[in-house]
């Protein structure tokens, strides 16, 4: 038999579901949000840890960023016996011209694109599988084709439908990489060792390796990726196998990776996404738990006569709490449910949003573990926010069956001082034992949750810790503002003064709905100048003396012939050619570097990246030395002066927090691995230099004549108008194809793209917690409807029109808009400020225009929610509204 | 008894002191605001003094917490209203059982039906309060007050909402039920016949007790 206390329960809730509708709205956006985010996160998870070692291309891959060194290929020859199947793919960045048909046609009206080559064997894909289209044996792909080749040498090639687009071609088409031809023979659909093409510098262009050695574009010093991939046999383990590459090739400067840590920089960019939108996405939860304490708290109001009859019965406040305590989970479940559905909706539109930096091919099957993880998540921020409402039942005497409640906090608020309230306040709730512990209880609560949310303790404290400050600072703020409008001379005109007096009266929800508001505009307002001070760098602050091109993989013999292509066609173009070489650093003051004891830490790309030496006579442009001497010029006409410098050693200068990160000081040794061959540099001087000039800089620079007959090759910048780039960047590559032009326009554009895409998927969720906090706006409106119904009524039934009554309620929700806009901005602007100043390290611009619209919008936002809210109670006639009394 | 309202307090009773014995039934009478349902409110704890004290089967129920206060309520008293109080989201059944299901006892429907077969009921059993006419929702509030068998039953002007003939049925019923169950039995009210069917009336004037009457049973006038 149903217990009548439960059949109570069911029964108040079903004869008010409309009243309910906003809480299961607040919580199921909150929910949907979370779960969408989860459900997006196990499906990254899926495509990432599914197949890792297709995402690898092997069980173990070693990689260099130069030509394999001779011990290298020693260890690999070495592995040949121990059943294991290899396979070779070389990458590098090459252009790729159309042929033209026509060899009257001039150079420079020939098509070229830079494009991402990648060169495999016959083994390629040892796992997973390539998806080309017409669905042929890649051997057979790649072949030199029977026909349709006006050059030769000339052999097949897979490209990325983006080619076809860009250079207007089709299957069949004919390009030229380098010295070789190739025909298009099929089009390249999907990779099984590439998931995402989010930062890319050009489509893919697949060919063999007898291909890529015809295009001769692998030349000493070239930038060039090489991936010797192994599966092994189920006999062989891993760990052993890895200790022992990582053994023989310590000084090799490769790269060993096994399947366990494929994509590591995918995989940790994903799991920040993921973190940062599921923080969003609890953020919304906690704004829908205002809807639920406002809610819970208007509809206890109504209960009071109900409350107070049950005490007279002999229940205790305990059993009381406990029946609406059940009510309230129970409202919350269901609104769980319904954000499960809306979760599952959102997950569907998240990739979209997302489009370019997520695997292109994502299973979009909702998992249980998420959505029951929403479901929890959903009740128990119920619990933590409808807890405290119903404490409030307590308070309910069970005298009020025979007199009306009097509201004591007014009286209270004048005529005791401020101090003393607060002091008043305080002791209350200090001595009230049940109010602390459940107080205490819901900030635990929270900061679990958070720490559930986050993944880690640490970051969950930090954001509850941020949470409760920010709504701190609004509820300050928003107290504040109201404290002035109270002091502000209340215009004479009834309807304005009913309206500011509305925002004001006891058991309003005025501070509820500002900081409900308050909280979505102040992360739309962080977003916002976040996005846009990163977007400005990216693209409007290139200063105008930048280059628009650089070229790189230039030989030293081509030096002279790519000068004079240079000065004879762009005349008015200036340029700058440095040499360049490729090294690695193995040692700092003689101790050598391990380089997997600084993978993953913070800033240890310092010790495992590439560095790029070039020499320099002179301090370059943008830098500013700090520390140290510059050398002296006149050195560079002593060949081998290097040696004979005082210290033995050449002298290099370094970036200064390059410098720092390496702990270099001036004097400090440093051992460089350039391709296989040790050099030694004693650091000279340390230098700052401004990145964003985007010239060509470096972290170290080398005393002229430091490394003659090192392979170096040179790198070119230089800047041409607009409508010169192509030509420029064709003229170069008719003569030199082996020379990689990078547009510095289109690069910028790309990652520009990537990052608007970015914050495109970042803000849509920001603006669903703004449109939750419009939700519970509604929430709040309609708790007290009934008495803005009768109060509307008595106005109409003496004289006043439904212009005058919207205008009166214009002004309050436009002043809730105005309030909830100010304060949010205000602390939208400081958290923005400290994010760049602090996490960017990018100065902070005051723009009046996003600030003053953010504030525009948000009164618009709050009219419109607010008119919502109300315009059925302008309808009603007045005199069934006050028949009913 | 001090009430507050905004920054003025109201004395609503003082230097009231009476003593009654079980099974006696007392009615308190008075004008308008002269304090009788607060008289009331305080002896079922729903209220407290703001000095004195209130002592029911020896226990001084001004010391009690809320939580002890609640459950003294559920076992010793019951509590009939002017304005009934039934709640609106329960069947008659089911706001009759209310009272034993507080008290953890769920067996409360059989005993629940009984009594409104006692009060003529046992027709209206599924009928929700809003169903229901005047005269019958009190006669659910009074079964739902007797079925706790409280040996303190309070009744705050229990025809006061009601016409004159169903005021009369519902007072015969009160008695009956007060016979039947052996209850203490303290009425407010100002119908002054009514009152004369007490053994005791206690008048009260702005908050003062200004006569007290015992008259003989009328059992023993038969």
């Known amino acids: 038999m149903i217990p009548v206390s439960v059949k109570l329960a069911w029964r108040e809730i079903n004869s008010a579901w409309s009243r309910f509708l906003f809480l299961f709205l607040c919580i199921a956006l909150g929910v949907g949000a979370i779960v969408a985010v989860d459900l997006f996160a196990v499906n990254v998870e899926q495509v990432i840890l599914g197949d890792t070692r297709a995402l690898l291309g092997g069980d173990v891959e070693l990689s260099w960023r130069r030509a394999i060194s001779d011990k290298g290929r020693n260890v690999l020859d070495s592995l040949a016996d121990r059943n294991m199947v290899l396979s070779h793919v070389t990458e590098t960045a090459a252009m790729a011209t159309v042929d033209s048909p026509n060899p009257q046609t001039p150079l420079t009206k020939i098509a070229s694109q830079l494009v991402e080559l990648k060169a495999i064997d016959s083994a390629y894909p040892l796992y997973g599988r390539l998806v080309v289209e017409p669905d042929l044996p890649t051997a057979q792909l790649l072949d030199s084709p029977q026909s349709g080749c006006s050059h030769s040498p000339c052999f097949g090639a897979l490209v990325q439908e983006s080619l076809l687009i860009r250079l207007n071609l089709t299957v069949g088409s004919e390009l030229r990489i380098g010295q070789a031809s190739f025909l298009i023979t099929a089009v390249l659909k999907k990779e099984p060792d590439r998931i995402a093409n989010g930062f890319s510098l050009g489509p893919r262009v697949m060919i063999s390796r007898e291909a890529l050695k015809a295009t001769m574009l692998i030349q000493i010093g070239s930038r060039v990726q090489e991936r010797y991939r192994m599966s092994i046999s189920d006999s062989t383990s891993l760990e052993p196998l890895m200790g022992e590459l990582r053994g023989r090739l310590s000084q090799e400067g490769a790269q060993v990776s096994s399947f366990r840590d494929a994509q590591p920089r995918l995989r940790r960019f994903l799991d920040q996404l993921n973190l940062y939108l599921g923080l969003i996405g609890f953020t919304i939860l906690l704004v829908g738990g205002i809807g639920v304490a406002c809610t819970i708290q208007g509809f206890l109001t109504q209960k009071i006569p109900i409350i107070a009859t049950l005490k007279t019965l002999g229940a205790d406040s305990s059993q009381i709490i406990r029946l609406y305590l059940t009510q309230s989970l129970f409202l919350g479940g269901i609104g769980s449910l319904l954000g499960v559905l809306v979760g599952v909706v959102l997950h569907r539109g998240l990739p979209l949003l997302l489009q370019g930096i997520i695997p292109e091919t994502m299973p979009m099957s909702p998992t249980v573990a998420p959505i029951l993880r929403g479901i929890v998540l959903g009740i128990l921020a119920t619990l933590a926010f409808s807890l405290w409402p119903l404490l409030a039942i307590r308070h309910v005497s069970p005298a009020l069956v025979y007199r009306q409640a009097v509201d004591h906090s007014q009286d209270i608020n004048n005529t005791q001082s401020r101090l003393t309230r607060w002091l008043t306040f305080l002791q209350h709730w200090w001595n009230d034992r049940a109010q602390l512990m459940v107080s205490i209880g819901i900030m635990v609560g929270v900061t679990g949750l958070a720490m559930w949310q986050a993944h880690s303790p640490a970051l969950g404290v930090f954001f509850s810790g941020a949470c409760a400050v920010a709504v701190l600072l609004l509820l300050g703020a928003t107290g504040v503002l109201y404290r002035i409008l109270r002091h502000v001379p209340i215009p004479q005109r009834y309807l304005l003064r009913h309206a500011v007096k509305n925002l004001q009266r006891p058991g309003n929800f005025t501070k509820a709905m500002t900081l409900a508001i308050g909280i979505g505009v102040m992360l739309m307002t962080t977003l916002t100048i976040v996005q846009r001070s990163l977007l400005d760098l990216i693209g409007n602050q290139i200063p105008s003396q930048a280059p628009s091109f650089f070229f790189i993989d230039i030989q030293p013999d081509q030096q002279p012939q790519f000068i004079s292509v240079l000065e004879q066609k762009f005349p008015d173009s200036p340029y700058n050619l440095v040499p360049v070489v490729r090294s690695r650093i193995t040692a700092i003051n003689g101790q050598p570097i391990d380089p997997e004891a600084h993978k993953g830490k913070r800033n240890g790309w310092y010790f495992t990246r590439e560095y790029v030496l070039t020499t320099s006579r002179d301090l370059p442009q943008d830098n500013i030395l700090t520390k140290g001497n510059w050398w ?67 972290f170290m620079i080398v005393e002229p004549g430091s490394f003659d007959g090192a392979p170096f090759t040179y790198i070119a910048t230089t800047r041409v108008p607009t409508n010169l780039e192509v030509p420029l960047q064709q003229a170069i590559v008719a003569v030199m194809p082996n020379v990689t032009a990078i547009n510095v326009g289109d690069v910028l554009e790309n990652i520009g793209r990537i990052f608007q895409q970015l914050a495109m998927g970042i803000q849509a969720l920001a603006l669903l917690c703004l449109v939750t906090g419009a939700v519970v706006m509604i929430a709040a409106i309609s708790i007290n409807r009934y008495r803005r119904l009768h109060e509307l009524a008595i106005v109409k039934a003496l004289g006043g029109s439904r212009k005058l009554l919207m205008f009166s309620l214009g002004v309050e929700f436009g002043v809730i808009g105005a309030f909830a806009g100010l304060v949010g901005i205000g602390l939208g602007c400081l958290l923005s400020w400290s994010l760049l100043y602090f996490f960017f390290d990018l100065i902070w611009n005051f723009d009046l225009i996003v600030l003053s619209t953010g504030l525009l919008l948000t009164i618009l936002l709050s009219l419109m929610t607010g008119f919502l809210g109300t315009y059925r109670l302008l309808g009603f006639p007045p005199l069934s509204v006050l028949r009913q009394e | 008894m001090e ?200 008048t009260l004037r702005d908050g003062a007790m200004v006569n007290e009457t015992t008259q003989p049973l009328p059992s023993f006038e038969a």
């Open chain 1, 632 to 698: 002296d010029h006149t050195k560079e006409s002593n060949p081998g002066g290097a040696t004979e410098s005082p210290s033995d050693f050449p002298l290099v200068s370094v970036e200064e927090d390059a410098a720092k990160n390496l702990e270099l000081t001036l004097g400090s040794t440093l051992t460089l691995d350039i391709q296989g061959v040790e050099f030694v540099a004693k650091v000279a001087s340390l230098r700052q230099v401004d990145w964003s000039s985007f010239s060509i800089n470096f």
């Open chain 2, 3 to 202: 009430l507050r309202a905004g920054s003025q307090s109201v004395k609503i009773l003082r230097d009231i002191s009476f003593e009654i014995f079980t099974n006696q039934v007392v009615a308190i009478v008075g004008p308008s605001g002269s304090g009788k349902s607060t008289l009331l409110g305080l002896l079922a704890g729903l209220d407290r003094p703001t000095q004195g004290s209130i002592r029911i089967h020896q226990t001084d129920i001004t010391t009690l917490t809320e939580t002890e206060m609640a459950h003294f309520r559920r076992q010793h008293i019951g509590y009939v209203f002017q304005a009934f109080h039934l709640i609106p989201t329960l069947t008659a059944l089911e706001n009759v059982a209310l009272p034993l299901e507080l008290q953890g006892i769920s067996t409360g429907t059989s005993r629940a039906k009984t009594l409104l077969q006692s009060v003529g009921l046992e027709h209206r059993l599924h009928h929700y309060p809003v169903q229901l006419s005047g005269g019958e929702q009190q006669r659910v509030a009074l079964a739902r007050a007797f079925i706790v068998k409280p040996p303190l039953l309070l009744a705050d002007e229990p025809t006061g909402n009601l016409d004159s003939s169903t005021g009369a049925m519902v007072i015969d019923l009160l008695w009956e039920l007060h016979q039947q169950h052996g209850s203490t039995l303290i009425l407010v009210t100002h119908d002054m016949s009514l009152a004369s069917r007490a053994q005791r009336i206690l």
